[in-house]
């Protein structure tokens, strides 16, 4: 007997949940790929992805997942023998970092652990030792979906500023467009690169990279760009076929368009960060009741430094992958397996798993999983204290009370101090 026999929920960090209406506007013949409703369309996607990164910049999109944009990037802003200064928190920017060296670029990692985001005085203090300004990039992760830490981009800006140095700054948001706040211009991001398969809730298979002026001038200058990865025609085509160096990813399109209708048209990019927000604070506060010695724990203990789009977790191993095991089978729940945290296969990485709460999720999705997990913890004997589903539903009855109504504790005022303001 399996109790998982419903409809399954995959809360894995990405491919995130995807709406009924994005996967049923890919439901149509091909479209005509050189004129018409396609490229019509296509118009419209711009602004709208603009407005989503906060940025009057560019953005170029390629029929590629994370990893391709961050190729993408990388090849236009390069030369060969170019460095790198890589801010690690967690796997991620390692990553990425890997992609500048087979470019040829000489890469620095400063490595701040899995635990707790970039220190931006250890930014500031390594700019300002290379004083020939051989560093032309810094790469860093908003988001690192292994370790759910969530870095304070302004404070690497002003980092970058206080030191007087002219590098680039990349800043990787695949997992957490849409979900954390991103004000690319008024933080002085110069490329921000994502994909469409997280809080954009479409599909897997589109890339995309925004830019600005000054990223635009090393581009210039930059040898490792080639034909494909090539920015410039993606965003200044004279035909529609050039906007995607060929036929255009014509179904992941009509895809996003719905997603973006949801998201910028319907629901307002405000709300659903707003919402994003009192989701992840649920989250935390059933792990903080939980959380008892050998039990399961939040891998970020500081919440400023917390996603509200992916939670990392840990635990004494096997207790993890226990845990990943029952939910799937007995609740038809998947949770996202530790990444980079521990070596894989080895017996500590069955002590980590994470749930991702990006996109197209609400309260019964969060509070189904937070219950579940519970309902595992007692099943499995993993050691937990009492009342986290509880602290959960209290994060989100307080977030949502009917206007005008005060509850002990909380002022009318109360509902809107959530937007965006953590
Ligand atoms: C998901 C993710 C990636 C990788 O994206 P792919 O589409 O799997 O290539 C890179 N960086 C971050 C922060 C991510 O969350």
């Not at 004129?35 to 170029?60: Q, S, Y």
């Amino acid at each position: 007997m399996s109790l998982a026999n419903g409809r399954p929920y995959l809360a894995i960090p990405g491919p995130s949940v995807m709406p009924d209406r994005v996967l049923q506007a890919m439901h149509r013949p091909a479209p005509n790929i050189y004129e018409g409703a396609l490229p019509e369309m296509v118009d419209t996607i711009f602004p709208d992805l603009k407005a989503v990164a906060r940025t009057r910049g560019e953005v170029a999109i390629y029929i590629a997942n994370g990893h391709g944009a961050w190729e993408a990037a990388l090849s236009n802003v390069l030369s060969r023998g170019d460095r790198v200064l890589v801010l690690s928190t967690g796997h991620f920017a390692k990553g990425w970092g890997a992609i500048a060296e087979r470019f040829g670029a000489v890469v620095e990692v400063l490595d701040f652990g899995p635990r707790s985001g970039v220190d931006a005085s250890a930014v500031e203090e390594r700019l300002r030792a290379d004083t020939g300004h051989a560093i032309r990039a810094v790469l860093c992760v908003q988001v690192d979906t292994a370790s759910s830490v969530r870095n304070n981009v302004p404070a690497i800006r002003d980092a970058m500023d206080a030191a007087g140095h002219p590098a680039l700054l990349l800043l990787d948001c695949i997992a957490c467009l849409a979900c954390d706040d991103l004000r690319m211009d008024d933080w002085g991001v110069d490329v921000v690169v994502t994909g469409s398969q997280k809080g954009l809730m479409t599909p897997p298979g589109l890339g995309f990279v925004f830019f600005n002026e000054k990223a635009a001038e090393a581009r210039a200058r930059a040898d490792c760009v080639t034909s494909y990865w090539d920015w410039v025609p993606r965003t200044r085509a004279d035909i529609f076929y050039q906007y995607f160096f060929g036929t255009a990813p014509t179904h992941h399109l009509f895809a996003l368009r719905e997603a973006l209708d949801m998201l910028v048209r319907e629901e307002g990019l405000d709300a659903a960060l707003a919402r994003h927000a009192v989701l992840a604070r649920a989250v935390w506060a059933a792990f903080d009741a939980w959380d008892t010695p050998g039990g399961v724990s939040l891998n970020i203990a500081d919440p400023a430094s917390r996603s509200h789009a992916v939670t990392a977790l840990r635990c004494t191993a096997p207790h993890g992958a226990q845990l990943r095991s029952w939910m799937e089978h007995e609740a038809g729940v998947t949770l996202g397996i530790g990444l980079g945290m521990a070596a894989p296969g080895t017996p500590e990485a069955a002590g980590f798993f994470r749930i991702g709460h990006m996109g197209h999720v609400n309260p019964h999705m969060v509070l189904g999983v937070l219950a579940s997990l519970q309902a595992g913890m007692a099943a499995l004997d993993v050691p937990h204290a009492p009342g986290g589903v509880d602290a959960a539903t209290r994060v989100i009855a307080q977030a949502a009370r009917p206007a005008g109504s005060v509850a002990a504790g909380t002022t009318p005022a109360g509902r809107v101090s959530v937007c965006c303001g953590d």
